[in-house]
């Protein structure tokens, strides 16, 4: 490795990229778009979800139970139906997603003391927001539910029943339970697998296009110089970016930041290594921009949204898919990240992550620096 | 042959080339190619596109590896050490290959970098380069803006940094106005004169006159080699002559029949014909012009120019069996 023409070309590569402010431009702007869509667009949480009420009864007890469904953010009385049909129809035409119906007897079954029945229809066509709207009608019920014992106890005097068992769980770290809190981190890490393997990805394949790699490759200059050299401008480019995006999460999506600002650097600097490199390697064997970063959207997008943990819980995946996922650094910033601001932990637990990154840029630094070839062949 | 290669080069000899073969496929772009350069030789790679110039000059700058035989520049073998070849060779390719989006000056001090020319020396060399390709003060315009014979001027700067002892040229002088082609020529007359060894391709007969030595290729083989003069007179079996007459279409229907004629073709303004006995010749050509009316302008023995002899041996080259049965 030779200082001077790495030198030589991390120069160049700069003065390149600052005669292009259009794509400097892009490159700066890139993360804030990209914080935006996601972070707005992708939320797991459900609010105001349409519901439909057939009341049978129409007592003062069933009015509460149906005030209790709509106090909260999570349903939306949309339609108070009259007859069975007619919420069933709701539910079918997709204007409600959840039918309630309160049975006759409702409030006089619960004033004797016996347990009342409520049925619940619920659109699962997305069974995943099935499941949260069984949930939250679950807590609705549950919480009304009690309600309705210590009415009852208070009037009657406490029974010598069962003694009911409390659960009094406490989230931690993300006490609010706002998927945003959860989601916010990994999109940081989406968005800087895009944007590093983007920078790089199209510097070699833009020199075998414009027939400049063909001089290069003439002088003495090794591939190790080279891509050095490149790296070094793209580096400090997705440096800045990785702050942005830790801004913007910090700051807009005031997600909480608990842990230490040297240990999201130091994290964000080896991810950021190993998908700048991966986007040499990825320029190295296609030889042109279009194919390059098609490879690249593909090698780092996909896996970044679907396989690193973001979204998607890993120990929910197929073994075969958990075993891939060890594959891509994403998953391992994810977890830095994700611990970085809503758990504030120590280095330690961290250490087997950051070694994972380590691993990966050295195996495709290496790669690159074998796969690149200084022929035409 | 083999022996020349394991036994050490002299210190004249700059590049060996021994069976060089390129194959892409099925096709043939380099075919058994055979030569050596001497230090100081402005040698010359003469053929149409296609003929495998470029695959030559590339495989000797290490930038393709040939598929058989060997190939030492500067004592180095292109296949086993291309890097240390590298080191010692400037290359210009046929595309213009520098920075658009870089100043002359950028681009200057890059590939000063790139062949470790730093300090004081690289002053002077930049220097150097400035005024060989007339920059002079325009070491801050953005290459792109440069008309064509300065980006090739700009590119041969770069590439000579470093004062590399052999030089790869590849159409140097491709799209080039004739006034910075002559003076393209110029400087390689000068960095010959200095002992460095210059390769130049092309496809313009007038360029190779300059060449101290010519290799003539046809579909990646070498058909011809030697001297331009040796190549003029080597070509041409016996002698050319030069008729001029009032109609050339007719004249060249009149003296290709003709026993004394071995080869007619139309050339400028007249017809060169390729006789064995010029005097023999002479007079049937006279008769059987006057036969059939066509007046003769002019009708002399000339030197063959090298255009004469490319024709000629491209002619043998692409048709064996006339070759055999002169």
């Known amino acids: 490795m030779n200082l001077g023409r790495m030198l030589a070309l991390a120069r160049k590569e700069t003065i390149q990229i600052r005669r292009d402010p259009r794509s400097l431009a892009v490159v700066m702007l890139m993360p804030v778009m990209l914080m935006a869509l996601m972070g707005y667009g992708i939320g797991l949480d459900q609010t105001d979800v349409p519901l439909c009420v057939y009341d049978r009864e129409g007592s003062q007890l069933s009015q509460d139970l149906l005030k209790s469904f709509v106090s909260n953010r999570y349903f939306d009385l949309k339609l108070n139906a009259h007859n069975y049909p007619e919420m069933v129809n709701a539910v079918d035409s997709g204007r409600c997603t959840v039918g309630v119906v309160i049975p006759l007897y409702f409030s006089k079954m619960l004033g004797a003391g016996h347990p009342a029945t409520i049925q619940a229809v619920i659109d699962a066509t997305d069974n995943n927001t099935a499941n949260l709207i069984i949930g939250y009608t679950q807590a609705v019920v549950a919480r009304f539910s009690t309600g309705v014992q210590l009415d009852y106890q208070q009037r009657n005097g406490p029974t010598l029943g069962v003694p009911t068992l409390n659960l009094q769980a406490r989230t931690w770290f993300n006490e609010d339970l706002e998927s945003r809190n959860f989601i916010v981190p990994g999109v940081v890490a989406l968005v800087m697998a895009v944007i590093g393997t983007f920078l790089t990805s199209l510097t070699i394949a833009r020199e075998w296009e414009r027939g400049t790699m063909e001089q290069l490759i003439s002088t003495p200059v090794t591939a190790s110089e080279l891509i050095a050299g490149k790296l070094i401008p793209y580096f400090v480019i997705g440096m800045v970016d990785a702050a942005t995006c830790a801004a913007i999460s910090a700051w807009w999506f005031e997600v909480p930041f608990r842990g230490s600002v040297t240990m999201l650097f130091g994290a964000s600097a080896l991810f950021l290594t190993g998908v700048l490199l991966l986007g040499f390697l990825i320029s190295a064997l296609a030889k042109t921009q279009l194919a390059a970063s098609q490879f690249a959207l593909l090698t780092t997008f996909l896996p970044a949204f679907l396989l690193s943990g973001f979204a998607f819980p890993i120990d929910q995946m197929p073994a075969a898919v958990r075993v891939v996922t060890r594959i891509f650094p994403a998953r391992y910033y994810v977890t830095i990240l994700k611990s970085v601001f809503l758990k504030g932990t120590g280095i330690e637990p961290l250490l087997a992550p950051m070694a994972a990154m380590v691993i990966f840029a050295a195996v495709v630094g290496g790669a690159t620096i074998r796969g690149f070839k200084k022929t035409l062949d | ?326």
Not at chain 2, 58 to 80: Q, Y
Not at chain 2, 265 to 277: C, K, Q, R
């Open chain 2, 1 to 326: 042959m083999a022996a020349t290669l394991t036994a050490q080069p002299d210190d004249d000899v700059s590049v060996i080339v021994e069976n060089l073969v390129k194959r892409f496929g099925t096709f043939t772009a380099v075919d058994h190619v055979t030569f050596q350069a001497h230090k100081g030789e402005v040698f010359g790679f003469l053929g149409p596109n296609g003929s495998g110039k470029s695959t030559t000059i590339r495989i000797l700058c290490g930038l393709l590896r040939p598929t058989s035989g060997h190939a030492r520049v500067a004592g180095f073998d292109v296949t086993a050490d291309p890097e240390s070849v590298r080191q010692h060779i400037g290359y210009m390719s046929q595309k213009f290959s520098l920075y658009n989006d870089l100043t002359v000056m950028e681009n200057l001090r890059f590939y000063g970098g790139l062949y470790s020319v730093t300090g004081a020396r690289l002053k002077e060399r930049i220097a150097w380069a400035l005024h060989m390709a007339a920059l002079e003060g325009r070491d801050g315009s953005l290459t792109g803006t440069l008309s064509g014979g300065w980006k090739q001027r700009l590119a041969l700067g770069c590439a000579l940094l470093h004062r590399p002892p052999i030089v790869f040229l590849d159409e140097p002088t491709s799209g080039v106005d004739p006034l910075s082609r002559r003076q393209f020529w110029e400087l390689i007359q000068q960095m010959a004169s200095e002992g460095v060894t210059v390769f130049v391709s092309t496809h313009y007969m007038d360029e190779a006159e300059y060449c101290n030595r010519l290799a003539l290729l046809m579909r990646g083989r070498v058909i011809a080699m030697g001297t331009p003069s040796q190549l003029k007179l080597g070509a041409v079996p016996g002698d050319l002559m030069l008729l001029e007459a009032d109609s050339l279409q007719r004249a060249l229907e009149v003296v290709k029949p003709l026993a004394q004629v071995h080869d007619a073709a139309v050339f400028g303004n007249g017809l060169h014909l390729v006789v064995p006995n010029p005097d023999a010749a002479s007079g049937a050509i006279r008769q059987a012009m006057a036969a059939t009316g066509v007046g003769i302008e002019r009708l002399e023995v000339i030197r063959p120019s090298l255009e004469d002899a490319f024709v000629a041996l491209t002619a043998r080259a692409s048709n064996p069996e006339a070759e055999a049965r002169q």
